[in-house]
């Protein structure tokens, strides 16, 4: 087989390798890339050209800065703020993320604004009582439409206004893309509404399950077991928080004495309170919290309250079992120890992607090391807050969007849309050009997909005697649509694994917004950009 063939069947299997959900997701896009070189497809530099691409590098560095956000507390007072403003209902929570999204992606990248908005959403979500899951496809799909607001908001914009600048007609402006833009981020909101509840599943990631609870929920229910007469300020503050912990089973701490008011050996935390962990004679019941002194074995709850770091290091000693991780309530505290300069190296790098100063991608590098120089995170913080399924999966599916155009396998889909298309209608050439766009950007970036029907749009605009205007903005909006799976888009990744998300959950949802969008391409862009 020749290398287009050979790329088809890559493109294949992978799929069904997706769809399956049999394969970790990293071992199918390693297995892309390694295919493409072994069947001669690509080089082995090539092949592997992904995990140098600057828009992975961008996307890990969004990670750390959104864990930078999110250990600061910054993430859980704009939960905060939301809860508020918006309740605890599904439908406004909706209807707020949605358009967050949406303005955020229309001056910054995508990637950056679902990276910015995910750990509020996740969040927003534990607060309210939702799973994540019914709230971040919503998020990444109305960040997708967003991107149609602006000129800045994807490079896909950019590509087409260049285009037909190119081709005898004009650039579009800056703002003109919102005249569909609009309508579709109001139309995408609204069928999340309506829809969103029922198409998205209820599942529960594995992060979900610790996710820390509400520091005044927690503060309450700490009082109730404990009978601490403490309000929430002194139980959790930006320095110092309360920790429960079990004894350990062996632990050397069996057999000691202790009570309220005495301090832990070693990192001296103060002991709040304690409990009895099982039944012990007929003046102690189970659970219930002892007043004096209390001599410890396994199973047996302790109070402690202290410094973050010294609760941190407490809970990794093998002595207690901590009931929840102290970073976990950290995070949970609004606006800790670091959340200015956080916000500081967000505000600088918002800049320097809204003005295009600097490529997206060292803006990224700027603030991600500026997070460390700063102490806001340590090193091994910004190794464990990469998701690096997410990146292993971008990187090895890039070469396959180089292959499809660099083998000439676009070029045979395109030649057998032209037949197609012959010197039909305009709305008719329009309507096949989006619906193989949209096909194509389900499986390679949308970028891509219309840097190779682009040309095609515009020798079809020629041989009509239309205008490219309607044509290019059609795939403009045609290229956003990428719904249906996983893989279509980075922000459709980045949300997979907080979500708890399978390969075949976004086309439920992901269908009827993508019909929508065929419809706006097809019979309202002509409208506002007349052939």
Same mark, same amino acid.
């Given at each position: 087989?020749?290398?287009?063939?050979?790329?088809?069947?890559?493109?294949?299997?992978?799929?069904?390798?997706?769809?399956?959900?049999?394969?970790? !997701?990293?071992?199918?896009?390693?297995?892309?890339?390694?295919?493409?070189?072994?069947?001669?497809? =690509?080089?082995?530099?090539?092949?592997?050209?992904?995990?140098?691409?600057?828009?992975?590098?961008?996307?890990?560095?969004?990670?750390?800065?959104?864990?930078?956000?999110?250990?600061?507390?910054?993430?859980?007072?704009?939960?905060?703020?939301?809860?508020?403003?918006?309740g605890s209902g599904r439908g406004r929570l909706v209807v707020i993320v949605a358009l967050l999204a949406a303005a955020l992606s229309a001056f910054i990248s995508i990637n950056?604004?679902?990276?910015?908005?995910?750990?509020?959403?996740?969040?927003?979500?534990?607060?309210?009582?939702?799973?994540?899951?019914?709230?971040?496809?919503?998020?990444?799909?109305?960040?997708?439409?967003?991107?149609?607001?602006?000129?800045?908001?994807?490079?896909?914009?950019?590509?087409?206004?260049?285009?037909?600048?190119?081709?005898?007609?004009?650039?579009?402006?800056?703002?003109?893309?919102?005249?569909?833009?609009?309508?579709?981020?109001?139309?995408?909101?609204?069928?999340?509404?309506?829809?969103?509840?029922?198409?998205?599943?209820?599942?529960?990631?594995?992060?979900?399950?610790?996710?820390?609870?509400?520091?005044?929920?927690?503060?309450?229910?700490?009082?109730?077991?404990?009978?601490?007469?403490?309000?929430?300020?002194?139980?959790?503050?930006?320095?110092?928080?309360?920790?429960?912990?079990?004894?350990?089973?062996?632990?050397?701490?069996?057999?000691?004495?202790?009570?309220?008011?005495?301090?832990?050996?070693?990192?001296?935390?103060?002991?709040?309170?304690?409990?009895?962990?099982?039944?012990?004679?007929?003046?102690?019941?189970?659970?219930?919290?002892?007043?004096?002194?209390?001599?410890?074995?396994?199973?047996?709850?302790?109070?402690?309250?202290?410094?973050?770091?010294?609760?941190?290091?407490?809970?990794?000693?093998?002595?207690?079992?901590?009931?929840?991780?102290?970073?976990? !309530?950290?995070?949970?505290?609004?606006?800790?120890?670091?959340?200015?300069?956080?916000?500081?190296?967000?505000?600088?790098?918002?800049?320097?992607?809204?003005?295009? =100063?600097?490529?997206?991608?060292?803006?990224?590098?700027?603030?991600?090391?500026? =997070?460390?120089?700063?102490?806001?995170?340590?090193?091994?913080?910004?190794?464990?807050?990469?998701?690096?399924?997410?990146?292993? =999966?971008?990187?090895?599916?890039?070469?396959?969007?180089?292959?499809?155009?660099?083998?000439?396998?676009?070029?045979?889909?395109?030649?057998?849309?032209?037949?197609?298309?012959?010197?039909?209608?305009?709305?008719?050439?329009?309507?096949?050009?989006?619906?193989?766009?949209?096909?194509?950007?389900?499986?390679?970036?949308?970028?891509?997909?219309?840097?190779?029907?682009?040309?095609?749009?515009?020798?079809?605009?020629?041989?009509?005697?239309?205008?490219?205007?309607?044509? !290019?903005?059609? !795939?403009?909006?045609?290229?956003?649509?990428?719904?249906?799976?996983?893989?279509?888009?980075?922000?459709?990744?980045?949300?997979?694994?907080?979500?708890?998300?399978?390969?075949?959950?976004?086309?439920?949802?992901?269908?009827?917004?993508?019909?929508?969008?065929?419809?706006?391409?097809?019979?309202?862009?002509?409208?506002?950009?007349?052939?």
């Open positions: 087989m020749d290398s287009a063939a050979w790329t088809f069947v890559i493109l294949v299997a992978a799929v069904v390798a997706f769809v399956s959900s049999r394969v970790p !997701l990293a071992i199918v896009a390693l297995g892309v890339a390694v295919s493409l070189w072994a069947t001669g497809v =690509l080089t082995l530099p090539e092949a592997l050209s992904g995990f140098g691409d600057p828009t992975v590098i961008f996307i890990a560095t969004l990670f750390i800065v959104s864990e930078a956000l999110d250990s600061t507390g910054v993430t859980a007072w704009l939960g905060h703020q939301v809860i508020r403003r918006a950056g604004a679902v990276a910015a908005l995910l750990p509020v959403v996740v969040v927003v979500a534990v607060r309210a009582g939702i799973v994540p899951s019914k709230l971040l496809i919503p998020l990444a799909f109305a960040a997708s439409a967003g991107s149609l607001l602006t000129l800045a908001g994807t490079p896909v914009n950019i590509v087409v206004s260049e285009a037909a600048e190119a081709a005898g007609g004009r650039a579009f402006g800056f703002f003109e893309f919102a005249l569909v833009g609009a309508p579709l981020v109001i139309a995408t909101t609204l069928i999340v509404l309506a829809w969103g509840d029922r198409l998205l599943p209820e599942r529960v990631a594995e992060h979900f399950a610790d996710a820390a609870p509400d520091p005044r929920s927690h503060a309450r229910t700490l009082r109730d077991a404990y009978d601490v007469d403490l309000d929430t300020g002194s139980l959790f503050s930006v320095t110092e928080g309360v920790l429960e912990v079990l004894i350990a089973p062996r632990s050397p701490l069996i057999g000691r004495t202790v009570c309220a008011g005495m301090t832990t050996r070693g990192e001296d935390l103060v002991i709040l309170a304690v409990r009895r962990g099982e039944e012990d004679g007929p003046n102690t019941s189970r659970g219930a919290a002892v007043a004096g002194s209390l001599t410890l074995r396994a199973g047996d709850a302790v109070l402690v309250q202290g410094p973050w770091d010294a609760l941190d290091r407490y809970a990794a000693s093998p002595d207690v079992i901590a009931v929840t991780a102290p970073r976990s !309530l950290q995070r949970a505290v609004p606006l800790g120890r670091g959340a200015r300069r956080s916000l500081v190296v967000l505000a600088v790098m918002v800049v320097l992607l809204a003005t295009g =100063l600097v490529p997206p991608v060292v803006a990224g590098l700027l603030a991600a090391g500026a =997070l460390v120089l700063s102490g806001v995170l340590t090193i091994p913080q910004t190794y464990r807050a990469v998701s690096w399924t997410t990146v292993i =999966l971008i990187a090895g599916m890039v070469p396959l969007s180089s292959a499809f155009i660099s083998t000439g396998a676009a070029s045979s889909v395109a030649d057998v849309v032209l037949g197609v298309i012959g010197d039909s209608s305009p709305h008719v050439a329009l309507l096949v050009l989006c619906v193989l766009t949209m096909i194509l950007g389900q499986f390679i970036s949308n970028v891509a997909t219309v840097l190779v029907v682009a040309p095609i749009a515009v020798a079809v605009a020629d041989g009509l005697d239309a205008s490219v205007l309607p044509f !290019l903005m059609a !795939l403009t909006v045609a290229g956003a649509a990428a719904f249906l799976t996983p893989i279509a888009t980075p922000v459709n990744l980045m949300v997979m694994q907080p979500g708890g998300y399978r390969f075949g959950d976004y086309w439920r949802l992901g269908l009827p917004l993508m019909v929508v969008f065929l419809l706006a391409s097809v019979l309202y862009v002509p409208l506002i950009w007349p052939f």
